[in-house]
């Protein structure tokens, strides 16, 4: 039998142990990520838990997800992933537990109005992490994950307190399967400080593309910023060092992000904030809804 672990798929960095890998290598077909090996999901009409998943037999992903003890794609949460929550590895260590392998469908979707940026602050490992912008005309390729609801309560103890999660509907931003169809919306994490702009934009507040080379954008943001070369300079390896152990050093540069004028607020999204009063809505079985016409 072929070998389907992680490492041998090249799929090794974890972006949280070796932050300068930062966003990770994310899927690009359907797949099940089950402990540590990806199993091929075959993209077919109609709702997620049909599709044929898993070894030779090819039985439905519901099906499969059931004998192993797991929660049914109707009883999981559409997450949309524009950082290193697209990457299998990342998943893996976040939501792995000694007694609980990580089982999560991971589908590449392509999404209408969302750009990929670089979150105004600076991330636990040390790396300037991806945060997603509003972009009208734009069509994106990211990847929705299938989280339970222990899942979804681990990643978002992840990313608090530098992301907010947000309910997208699909019918403002479509959200198109590899089978042609639509999703009606899924969880997005958005940055509470807005995105990074080009440090040498003069007129317009251009957004730094988010998803690169991190040594490469650690490297532009280090020559742009006298400050930032200062705590956490010369080069990208001693600034995830400095940053990732310290965080206080992690919250100074922060600032410097907000005082030399680099961060480009995202108010399209707080339409879509959750009564954190009521607590977040719960979209269970918020499948494919409608074919695409």
């Not at 932050?19 to 075959?42: C, F, H, K, M, S």
Request: proline share 12%.
């Amino acid at each position: 039998m072929d070998d389907r672990s992680l490492a041998a798929l090249g799929f090794a960095d974890v972006p949280a142990a070796r932050p300068l890998t930062y966003p990770g290598r994310p899927v690009t077909a359907p797949t099940l990520l089950i402990g540590g090996e990806l199993w091929d999901l075959e993209p077919a009409p109609g709702r997620l838990g049909t599709w044929p998943a898993g070894g030779p037999s090819r039985e439905p992903l519901d099906a499969l997800l059931t004998r192993l003890g797991q929660a049914p794609t109707g009883e999981r949460h559409p997450v949309i992933a524009v950082g290193s929550n697209a990457s299998p590895a990342q998943l893996h260590h976040k939501l792995t537990r000694p007694d609980r392998p990580a089982v999560v469908p991971m589908v590449p979707v392509e999404v209408d109005g969302i750009a990929v940026g670089c979150s105004a602050h600076i991330g636990r490992y040390g790396y300037v992490a991806s945060a997603p912008y509003t972009a009208p005309g734009t069509r994106t390729p990211l990847v929705v994950s299938w989280l339970d609801a222990a899942q979804l309560r681990a990643v978002d103890a992840t990313e608090h307190p530098n992301y907010r999660r947000i309910l997208l509907p699909g019918a403002d931003f479509p959200m198109v399967l590899p089978s042609g169809e639509r999703l009606g919306g899924g969880y997005l994490y958005v940055g509470v400080r807005g995105v990074l702009v080009s440090p040498d934009a003069t007129a317009t507040a251009t957004p730094l593309p988010g998803g690169g080379d991190q040594s490469a954008l650690l490297t532009r943001l280090l020559a742009a910023s006298r400050r930032l070369r200062a705590l956490l300079g010369p080069d990208p390896h001693t600034w995830v060092s400095r940053a990732g152990a310290d965080p206080t050093i992690r919250k100074e540069g922060s600032q410097v992000f907000q005082d030399e004028g680099w961060a480009l607020p995202q108010p399209a999204f707080l339409r879509y904030l959750e009564d954190e009063t009521t607590g977040p809505a719960e979209p269970r079985g918020y499948d494919v809804l409608s074919a695409l016409r």
